[in-house]
């Protein structure tokens, strides 16, 4: 029987190389780019733009470009170019495909104009450039201050809300359990863990790889933070049914046997999730791919969580090897008989 | 649960209803009640696909810092915005107001961001324009024209050094956006004399002709020293019994005869304002009204957002979109059939219900679908199944303690059903918190993903838990005492 609380510690070790890692690398992120994860211009404000050019160009050409237009905080990132195959009727591939994200920019008909003018015409597919009324294949995003500033606040309004309805769900899974505030914790600490693991791998690949988080990563987020807490409600179910079942087996055994009970459960939802996902990281829109990774993520580590986190914090606690809270824990547990 | 086959029957009659509204070709609903060859009830049922998958352009503008608006005139700067997007050819394009002195325009398929940004940020031109030389019906409503004004702001545009393009070059945007550009009708040669703008007007309101009638006509004021009145005045008092044109973005909205009453109080130094009249429905005049009152009665508007969506993205995301929800949904089928044998049947049945379900209901209110709004359903599909897991794997236990099966499969339904709904119910209150968060313009994307993530965890109560149900109680009444021999084809 594999033995799930018992090896508590190499669980709790697991979570830490990636959790102090990303922590690392948040606290790097903050210094350099202002923000623990780098925010996209749904939140900054700014001009976001996708353009493929017939000719082939380097980065430098581009920036070069660029900076002779006058633009601040310039990020440049070269894309692959659509390929022919992936639309019907398209002639061939574009030279070279771009994304640039600048400061807002005001007049973006004349900053076009601009770039058609030193970089030569954008490129577009066949089937687009047989329509009038479509233009070259661009993809443009801007947003001013102000709006990122809205989002920013519905954003964090949003994650408040999150919290009270998760905090609230916590309260109605464990009123009627023994010893609720400690399960309820380990609920708690268990969702922060993913919250940590999501931010500190976005962190990482924003590092690494540019990537920014947007309102879909904020969505991303908050609904792995939901799912995780039902994960880990299930498990903890399973316990608290099992605690008057099995009456003089030890705590460990258990939480042991409620773990090996629901851990069908949880690998074949996990799984069925993950093909779903892993078909549309595959597959699907190359536009949300960072979107569905980090909810991928999210999703694993939540399950991950319930089992590998939730359940052996449960163990420490019940054991008192928990610094700072088992003195708390102790008096509440003394205190409890006293109030009923 | 005794009344499976009233269940059963529910069932059928909605997976065929959902099916039909599925059909890519459905023809729409429509309902001649009285048989008088109108529908009364007439919908249209199909896809609406989102502006990341179609292409296109949306924008968020705001009134100008300083200028005061309330809601008429925030009303007016809408419809005149619609109007000139109406005037660009575009279908299905939305204009809607939004707090704080907001319009968002969404324009699907529109990538021509320049045409489509010109359109909407100028505010419209009114002008009364020198139609002296012009016999009733010479000119058609609507036809372009080209006047004085016109072309001072267009030189007024120009950059240093450039040519002002020749009078012939001038156009309109056709109606049609296919068509090419309307060439502006000049008056021998030159443009249209530009007698007043519509800022030489203080107020304009629809009106019923005469004492009694069903005739509406137009009252308008005059701003007293405006730019223009004088001339207005000066104009209307030498042309009595000759037209005079009301011009809107160098379209002709129409061209009143000067009665000679009207005249002669503008020689006497009496006029104030006048009546337009042409035999208007109460609707024409309204508009027309509205038109002369702030067609050129400036909220300037800024762009404070905007996105655009080229087409090809587009194009390539649906494909893709499809082939991975196909993927996804079959290997989901396949496990579940491997994992849980017989139980498996009744949750593909059920998946596939859910399927053509939500796609239905997609189509019916319609969902606007987005790439992350599929990724909502798709990722409710992962939840759909994990109802059905947390039943199949109850019912297997209470096999493997010995209970009967039917016992088994009762026990497993009402003991999973909590947590499904709780689980259910959190998730979808959730998807509520992110459907808020995403009314915010830079949000937007989320709301899609919200609504179908919401949707689906709502019809999942439906097919994971009722009509599982159902379908295995089904098979195994089908089944007789096959499956009681021979419980692995249960899973366990």
């Known amino acids: 029987m594999f033995q799930f609380a018992q090896r508590r510690k190499l669980f709790y070790l697991i979570s830490a190389t990636i959790i102090i890692p990303g922590l690392i690398a948040m606290l790097y992120s903050t210094i350099q780019f202002g923000s623990p994860v ?20 380097s980065e ?47 007049d973006i008909s004349h900053f076009r104009a601009y770039l058609r003018e030193n970089l030569g015409e954008f ?101 792995v933070v939901g799912y995780s807490v039902q994960d880990t409600i299930v498990v903890f179910d399973r316990i608290r049914e099992n605690i008057p079942k099995y009456r003089g087996e030890s705590y460990e055994l258990i939480v042991n046997r409620s773990v090996l009970e629901t851990i069908h459960r949880s690998v074949a939802t996990q799984l069925n999730a993950v093909f779903v996902m892993i078909a549309i990281v ?58 009923r | 649960m005794r009344h499976y086959r009233f269940w059963l029957a529910t069932i059928l009659v909605t997976a065929v209803i959902a099916a039909w509204l599925s059909l890519p ?24 696909q989102g502006l990341d998958l179609q292409g296109g352009s949306r924008v968020l503008l705001q009134a100008a810092p300083g200028t005061s608006y309330d809601d008429t005139t925030m009303e007016q ?54 139609f002296s030389n012009v016999t009733p019906g010479q000119y058609a409503e609507g036809a372009c024209i080209l006047t004085t004004e016109q072309v001072a702001r267009a030189e007024a545009r120009l950059a240093e050094g450039e ?51 069903t005739r509406w006509a137009v009252n308008f004021v005059l701003r007293g020293g405006g730019e223009g009145v004088d001339r207005f005045i000066e104009y209307v008092g030498s042309h009595a019994n000759q037209p005079m044109a009301i011009v809107l973005d160098g379209r002709l909205l129409s061209y009143p005869t000067i009665q000679p009453d009207l005249a002669a109080s503008a020689r006497a130094g009496t006029m104030d304002g006048g009546i337009i009249t042409g035999d208007f429905t109460r609707e024409e005049a309204q508009v027309l009204a509205a038109q002369l009152k702030y067609g050129a009665l400036p909220i300037p508007l800024d762009i404070i957002a905007f996105d655009t969506i080229g087409p090809s993205l587009g194009e390539i995301s649906v494909q893709r979109s499809i082939r991975a929800g196909i993927i996804g949904v079959t290997t989901v089928l396949l496990f579940m059939l491997i994992y849980y044998r017989v139980p498996g049947i009744a949750a593909d049945l059920a998946l596939l219900l859910f399927v053509v379900v939500n796609f239905a209901l997609f189509k019916f209110i319609p969902v606007t679908l987005s790439l992350p709004a599929i990724t909502g359903f798709l990722i409710s599909i992962g939840t759909a199944v994990d109802g059905n897991i947390l039943i199949f794997e109850r019912i297997k236990e209470e096999l493997r303690v010995g209970r009967g099966m039917e ?48 949707l689906g965890l709502a019809i999942n109560l439906f097919t994971a838990v009722l009509a599982t149900r159902v379908f295995l109680h089904t098979i195994v009444s089908l089944s007789g005492d096959v499956l009681r021999r021979r419980p692995k084809l249960l899973g366990v």
């Open chain 1, 38 to 57: 780098r925010l996209s211009i749904d939140f900054t404000g700014g001009t976001l733009m996708e353009v493929s050019f017939v000719e082939n160009f």
């Open chain 1, 60 to 106: 430098q050409d581009v920036r070069d470009a660029l900076n002779a237009y006058g633009l601040e905080d310039i990020i440049v990132q070269r894309l692959n170019p659509i390929t022919t195959d992936t639309i019907e009727g398209a002639h061939d591939a574009a030279g070279s495909r771009w994304q640039i994200r600048t400061k807002e920019i005001d």
């Open chain 1, 123 to 223: 490129w577009s597919p066949q089937s687009v450039e047989d329509d009038p009324q479509r233009e070259a294949a661009l993809t443009t995003s801007s947003v001013s201050a102000t709006v990122g500033r809205e989002v920013t606040r519905a954003a964090l309004t949003a994650t408040l809300a999150v919290a009270v309805v998760i905090l609230g769900f916590i309260v109605f899974a464990f009123r009627r359990v023994p010893h609720a505030f400690r399960y309820g914790a380990c609920a708690i600490i268990a969702m922060f863990h993913d919250i940590l693991v999501t931010m500190g791998i976005m962190s990482m690949l924003g590092i690494f790889f540019g990537w920014e988080a947007d309102a879909l990563f904020l969505t991303a987020v908050l609904t």
């Open chain 1, 282 to 339: 595959l597959f699907g829109g190359e536009t949300i791919r960072q979107f569905i990774a980090i909810l991928l993520i999210g999703l694993v580590s939540g399950t991950y969580s319930s089992i590998f986190t939730a359940v052996p914090l449960l163990v420490s606690w019940e054991r008192g090897e928990l610094p700072f809270v088992n003195r708390e824990a102790k008096r509440i547990h003394h205190e409890a008989p006293a109030a």
């Open chain 2, 25 to 48: 070709n459905n023809p729409g609903i429509r309902l001649d009640l009285d048989g008088d060859g109108v529908y009364e009830i007439n919908r249209e049922i199909r896809v609406v």
């Open chain 2, 77 to 130: 700067a809408r419809l005149n915005v619609e109007r000139r997007v109406n005037g660009l050819g575009v279908t299905e394009a939305v204009v809607q107001r939004q707090e704080g002195g907001r319009i968002i325009v969404e324009l699907p398929g529109v990538q021509e961001q320049d045409v489509a940004f010109d359109a909407i940020k100028s505010t419209g031109l009114l002008e009364f324009v020198d």
């Open chain 2, 163 to 213: 040519q002002p393009p020749a009078l012939t070059e001038y156009t309109c945007p056709a109606q049609d956006p296919t068509a090419e550009p309307e060439p502006a009708l000049l008056n021998n040669g030159q443009p249209f004399r530009t007698i007043m703008t519509g800022s030489g007007l203080a107020d304009a309101a629809a009106t019923i002709e005469g004492q009694i009638g």
């Open chain 2, 407 to 454: 016992r088994a499969i009762e026990a497993g339904f009402s003991r999973a059903w909590i947590a499904i709904r709780d689980s259910n119910l959190s998730t979808i209150i959730i998807c509520f918190i992110l459907y808020f968060f995403g009314s915010a313009f830079g949000a937007s994307a989320v709301r899609g993903f919200a609504i179908t993530l919401g």
